[in-house]
């Protein structure tokens, strides 16, 4: 099997490039400390480590310490071939009952409600688990995007970028044009972030805020509608079909309406 292929069939589990990269080269290594994968894959140490600590979570890869040195090995193939298997398998096993929910989850709307930081690790990721070629929308101000440009690490944001453009998923934005400005100074620092921040596929909208006066964030993706509030520092996050339909066209009729941006930097 081609290599590329191997990279297809991990990123369907939601690894990303950057954590395929670094289970191969440990694959390969055997027993390696966390420089030696660095040079293996072609990364920045504090990027590998990064990546090691995910991949150490998802139980991909181990570690053993010599000394005061760790070292770190990979779940072989075989366990990580049977492993993928029983993940699909238990998932299986719930549709029958999944399915007889569905009508209720449909009619019954849910809220959660945690704070920042959290709330957007589960909005990311459930953006990346998006089918590929999907579309989510996100609609910002200026305090909301500065906001939500804190969150993350410069690493955590390509791990989320790389995954977005590995699935081709679309991002339809309207931004006031008071917050054009904030993402060119936040990633200028990172050329790493910046660069596949670039490759995102975009269509991009603006509005002035004396059109659209708001500061938050809501981003509308799936069965999904997340609101970042920057005064409570707290995520809402509503489920309920009508309601998200509701939601989109709204957001839609507004993107229609607003001015078109040839591109973002």
């Known amino acids: 099997m081609e290599i590329t292929n191997i990279y297809t069939i991990l990123e369907q589990f939601?690894?990303?490039?950057?954590?395929?990269d670094v289970y191969l080269a440990t694959l390969k290594l055997g027993n390696a400390t966390t420089t030696d994968i660095a040079k293996e894959s072609g990364m920045q140490r504090t990027a590998t480590y990064f990546h090691i600590k995910n991949l150490l979570q998802?139980?991909?890869?181990f570690q053993s310490r010599?000394?005061?040195?760790?070292?770190?090995?990979?779940k072989p193939p075989a366990e990580l071939a049977t492993y993928f298997s029983k993940l699909t398998f238990d998932f299986k096993s719930f549709v029958p009952e999944l399915e007889?929910?569905?009508k209720i989850h449909e009619e019954q709307p849910t809220f959660e409600v945690i704070d920042s930081k959290k709330g957007y690790f589960s909005v990311y990721e459930?953006?990346?688990l998006l089918p590929a070629g999907s579309?989510?929308?996100?609609?910002e101000g200026k305090k909301g995007l500065i906001d939500e440009l804190e969150l993350l690490t410069p690493e955590q944001w390509n791990v989320f970028f790389s995954r977005v453009v590995q699935k081709n998923i679309i991002t339809h934005g309207i931004f006031t044009k008071e917050s054009l400005h904030v993402p060119q100074k936040k990633f200028l620092n990172s050329s790493l972030v910046h660069e596949t921040f670039k490759k995102r596929i975009w269509d991009l909208r603006t509005l002035p805020e004396s059109i659209i006066p708001i500061q938050e964030l809501a981003l509308i993706?799936?069965?999904?509608?997340?609101?970042?509030?920057?005064?409570?520092?707290?995520?809402?996050?509503?489920r309920h079909k009508g309601i998200v339909q509701f939601m989109t066209a709204t957001f839609d009729a507004l993107f229609h309406f607003a001015q078109k941006l040839s591109g973002w930097e």
């Not at 579309?135 to 609609?139: S, W």
């Not at 993706?221 to 509503?238: H, K």
């Open 221 to 238: 993706y799936g069965d999904r509608v997340s609101f970042l509030l920057p005064e409570t520092s707290m995520v809402i996050t509503l």
């Open 126 to 128: 459930q953006i990346t």
């Open 100 to 102: 007889s929910l569905q």
């Open 135 to 139: 579309t989510f929308r996100v609609l």
């Open 66 to 74: 010599k000394g005061k040195v760790q070292h770190f090995f990979a």
């Open 58 to 61: 998802r139980q991909l890869l």
């Open 14 to 20: 939601s690894l990303s490039k950057p954590e395929i």
